[in-house]
């Protein structure tokens, strides 16, 4: 049984030495990246122009299970890491459930949210090749400001293409990154030629985490000595939050429990996968029974309603082909709060494990999200981010189904940044302003239809 204990933290000793590295346990490893052109799978040389030379090696890793984190990376985790392993007592009160229900706190960063685990290490590798810029996108902002603060540390100049309709939403995210330094640009933007293009198509478009991509992208490619940085999707994001569910495998021991079920909600899978994949592996390795559960909005249903196939990553095509769960990289999804969910595809490694029934998918209207939020913020007294309601809402759920089943499963999901600069969109919530948005069958097999099938 669990003690009565609330907050587990490691010692700093205990903090992760390595990365898990997923892809090297697999059963059906994902299907590779492929060149557009060519159609060829892709070597990590064919990388090196857009990312580090150290992530483009790491993301075509296949072989090994653990990664070693730098020691420089490992020293700068340290002023937060780790983070807490909390048992939600106030949200089982709540709902009356007879689940343990535990969550990661990774709002307790320095810029509130998990993003900044891949920031480091990302902008370190840049660093040590003697990269003096570096570029990205971001849809609500965490990863922009995670990435302007990993840049002010190593000493590199950032850029950071915004999402336009989150830019406008969320301006103190905008602040935070101009804080440490950063020049942000709403997207599409004037300032490339994939934006230009896309305003000319639609001189009203607000955007998309696809638009911003293809507009770092393009910068990173025409800048000297400049590298692209992504903050979810790829293989190597993932791989860098793994520290999230390495350390929660050790919490989660100190509380004497196993989670029956692990949530994560689910833009591009970094946060996801950092809390799933170490947990995972037992499920591979030794037979665990864990249940994996991603939470996406429903204005965004990539895992629950898209096609699986070869995709951009980006919407000007600038990127590899993904295997990935795909709207279509031309998708244009609603202007929901949590921005950092609105993205097209999934990364290939969550394809494959959906694919392989490995996990399950869910997904939230943002009124539900909203309502789980509030419900967590009384209860625990913590205002979680608008991505994250939809971990809490799959949580909340699954607690709901033991409380009507008398069963005590061990629920675990990730809180994976703050709300405190998502106010605005509280704002709405409780003023009565906001709205679902619901996708119809037809309109996501047309959008699908006009982007080809790549193989």
């Given at each position: 049984?669990?003690?009565?204990?609330?907050?587990?933290?490691?010692?700093?000793?205990?903090?992760?030495?390595?990365?898990?590295?997923?892809?090297?346990?697999?059963?059906?490893?994902?299907?590779?990246?492929?060149?557009?052109?060519?159609?060829?799978?892709?070597?990590?040389?064919?990388?090196?122009?857009?990312?580090?030379?150290?992530?483009?090696?790491?993301?075509?890793?296949?072989?090994?299970?653990?990664?070693?984190?730098?020691?420089?990376?490992?020293?700068?985790?340290?002023?937060?890491?780790?983070?807490?392993?909390?048992?939600?007592?106030?949200?089982?009160?709540?709902?009356?459930?007879?689940?343990?229900?535990?969550?990661?706190?990774?709002?307790?960063?320095?810029?509130?949210?998990?993003?900044?685990?891949?920031?480091?290490?990302?902008?370190?590798?840049?660093?040590?090749?003697?990269?003096?810029?570096?570029?990205?996108?971001?849809?609500?902002?965490?990863?922009?400001?995670?990435?302007?603060?990993?840049?002010?540390?190593?000493?590199?100049?950032?850029?950071?293409?915004?999402?336009?309709?989150?830019?406008?939403?969320?301006?103190?995210?905008?602040?935070?990154?101009?804080?440490?330094?950063?020049?942000?640009?709403?997207?599409?933007?004037?300032?490339?030629?994939?934006?230009?293009?896309?305003?000319?198509?639609?001189?009203?478009?607000?955007?998309?985490?696809?638009?911003?991509?293809?507009?770092?992208?393009?910068?990173?490619?025409?800048?000297?000595?400049?590298?692209?940085?992504?903050?979810?999707?790829?293989?190597?994001?993932?791989?860098?939050?793994?520290?999230?569910?390495?350390?929660?495998?050790?919490?989660?021991?100190?509380?004497?429990?196993?989670?029956?079920?692990?949530?994560?909600?689910?833009?591009?899978?970094?946060?996801?996968?950092?809390?799933?994949?170490?947990?995972?592996?037992?499920?591979?390795?030794?037979?665990?029974?864990?249940?994996?559960?991603?939470?996406?909005?429903?204005?965004?249903?990539?895992?629950?309603?898209?096609?699986?196939?070869?995709?951009?990553g980006d919407e000007a095509g600038y990127t590899p082909l993904f295997p990935m769960f795909t709207l279509g990289h031309n998708f244009q999804p609603a202007n929901?709060?949590?921005?950092?969910?609105?993205?097209?595809?999934?990364?290939?490694?969550?394809?494959?494990?959906?694919?392989?029934?490995?996990?399950?998918?869910?997904?939230?209207?943002?009124?539900?999200?909203?309502?789980?939020?509030?419900?967590?913020?009384?209860?625990?007294?913590?205002?979680?981010?608008?991505?994250?309601?939809?971990?809490?809402?799959?949580?909340?759920?699954?607690?709901?189904?033991?409380?009507?089943?008398?069963?005590?499963?061990?629920?675990?999901?990730?809180?994976?940044?703050?709300?405190?600069?998502?106010?605005?969109?509280?704002?709405?919530?409780?003023?009565?302003?906001?709205?679902?948005?619901?996708?119809?069958?037809?309109?996501?097999?047309?959008?699908?239809?006009?982007?080809?099938?790549?193989?």
């Amino acid at each position: 049984m669990a003690t009565k204990q609330k907050r587990f933290i490691l010692p700093e000793d205990e903090i992760p030495k390595y990365w898990y590295n997923i892809q090297a346990d697999m059963v059906n490893k994902p299907m590779p990246l492929l060149n557009p052109k060519t159609k060829q799978p892709l070597t990590a040389e064919d990388l090196f122009p857009i990312f580090s030379k150290e992530a483009s090696r790491q993301e075509l890793n296949t072989t090994d299970a653990w990664i070693e984190i730098p020691e420089e990376v490992r020293e700068l985790y340290k002023y937060y890491r780790s983070t807490p392993l909390v048992r939600a007592y106030g949200l089982e009160k709540a709902l009356g459930t007879p689940a343990h229900i535990y969550f990661k706190n990774e709002s307790v960063s320095p810029i509130g949210s998990h993003k900044i685990n891949s920031a480091l290490p990302q902008v370190y590798y840049c660093k040590q090749e003697g990269v003096t810029n570096v570029t990205t996108e971001t849809g609500a902002g965490q990863w922009g400001a995670a990435l302007s603060y990993a840049a002010k540390v190593f000493g590199i100049e950032a850029a950071v293409y915004q999402v336009k309709v989150s830019y406008e939403q969320k301006p103190y995210r905008k602040s935070i990154m101009q804080t440490f330094g950063a020049q942000v640009t709403p997207s599409p933007s004037m300032s490339t030629r994939a934006g230009k293009d896309i305003i000319t198509r639609d001189p009203n478009n607000q955007g998309s985490l696809g638009t911003a991509i293809s507009e770092a992208v393009e910068l990173a490619l025409t800048t000297p000595n400049c590298k692209y940085t992504l903050g979810s999707v790829l293989s190597h994001v993932s791989l860098h939050q793994t520290v999230i569910g390495l350390e929660a495998e050790k919490q989660m021991d100190m509380a004497g429990e196993y989670p029956d079920i692990v949530i994560g909600c689910f833009g591009g899978g970094s946060n996801f996968g950092g809390i799933a994949f170490p947990f995972m592996r037992h499920n591979i390795l030794d037979g665990k029974k864990t249940r994996f559960i991603a939470a996406e909005p429903a204005s965004c249903p990539k895992l629950t309603r898209g096609k699986f196939q070869y995709d951009f990553g980006d919407e000007a095509g600038y990127t590899p082909l993904f295997p990935m769960f795909t709207l279509g990289h031309n998708f244009q999804p609603a202007n929901i709060h949590a921005g950092g969910l609105r993205y097209h595809g999934a990364g290939s490694i969550v394809s494959q494990l959906l694919k392989d029934k490995m996990m399950e998918a869910v997904d939230i209207q943002q009124l539900e999200s909203f309502d789980a939020g509030c419900l967590f913020a009384k209860a625990e007294g913590i205002i979680p981010a608008p991505e994250s309601c939809h971990a809490i809402a799959a949580a909340i759920a699954e607690a709901n189904k033991c409380k009507e089943s008398g069963e005590e499963k061990v629920i675990l999901f990730n809180l994976s940044g703050h709300g405190l600069i998502d106010m605005a969109s509280y704002d709405q919530y409780l003023a009565g302003n906001l709205m679902n948005y619901d996708l119809k069958d037809e309109d996501i097999q047309k959008n699908l239809d006009e982007i080809k099938d790549f193989l």
